[in-house]
């Protein structure tokens, strides 16, 4: 079946600008996560969707980021005012319910360069 | 603080010998401990679980070893291959909640 796919997969934009990044989970996955990959470093927990709820924002690194999920199914993360250091890989994954050790399927990811 | 550490930064070894990775983690308590492969330009894959109570599993050519006491796993890809070349993860869970060390990168040479 289909795999968790994620738009647009490259994104280029100016300082100061808002981008909005799109997950596609698999279909029937409740849980839904967002990491950040910078070059050269692990992958960075942004935030964590059970269902349409968002029980853990720990993750976001200010309060320019911001993420939404609706009908348990689609999620994006939006960035505000981009910053230089917004550079990075975005990379959503899902589950099929949390915890008890449950493997996480990964999308491509976006590739966000702020200019 | 949490750290989650992996070995060298690249491994590179012959076609048919065995890569041996390492994860070392500190002030975690994990009750799973996962290995991912990520290939260039894409998203990582799930390749194996281990559970805390557990000390080694096994997938085909894979085997992971878990020590709760040392804070240590171990990843071995047994005779390998030149397509085993990726970048391997380490992923401590608990709950929901995946941390990440930032990967060993394997070549493996014809």
């Known amino acids: 079946g289909a795999g968790v796919s994620q738009s647009p997969s490259n994104k280029v934009t100016e300082k100061g600008k808002d981008v909005e990044l799109r997950c596609d989970p698999i279909?029937?996955?409740?849980?839904l996560y967002w990491y950040r990959q910078s070059l050269g470093q692990g992958l960075e927990f942004l935030i964590y969707?059970?269902?349409?709820?968002?029980?853990?924002k720990s993750g976001l690194p200010s309060d320019r980021f911001s993420a939404e999920r609706t009908g348990g199914s689609v999620s994006t993360l939006t960035i505000q005012r981009t910053q230089q250091e917004d550079s990075a890989v975005y990379l959503c994954?899902?589950?099929?319910?949390?915890?008890?050790?449950?493997?996480?399927?990964f999308g491509p990811g976006t590739r966000l360069t702020v200019t | 603080s949490q750290k989650i550490e992996q070995n060298s930064e690249a491994l590179n070894i012959q076609e048919g010998k065995t890569a041996t990775l390492t994860c070392n983690y500190t002030n975690y308590s994990p009750a799973y401990l996962q290995w991912y492969r990520q290939d260039p330009g894409r998203g990582p894959v799930f390749l194996l679980l281990i559970r805390e109570n557990e000390k080694e599993k096994r997938k085909e050519r894979l085997k992971v070893t878990f020590d709760t006491t040392l804070k240590q796993s171990l990843f071995h890809i047994t005779a390998s291959q030149p397509a085993d070349s990726a970048t391997y993860l380490c992923?401590?869970?608990?709950?929901?909640?995946?941390?990440f060390g930032a990967g060993t990168t394997v070549t493996v040479r014809a």
């Open positions: 994954a899902s589950s099929p319910q949390t915890g008890k050790g449950r493997e996480q399927y």
């Open positions: 969707f059970q269902g349409n709820s968002a029980p853990d």
């Open positions: 279909s029937g996955h409740t849980a």
């Open positions: 992923a401590l869970l608990n709950d929901y909640k995946l941390s």
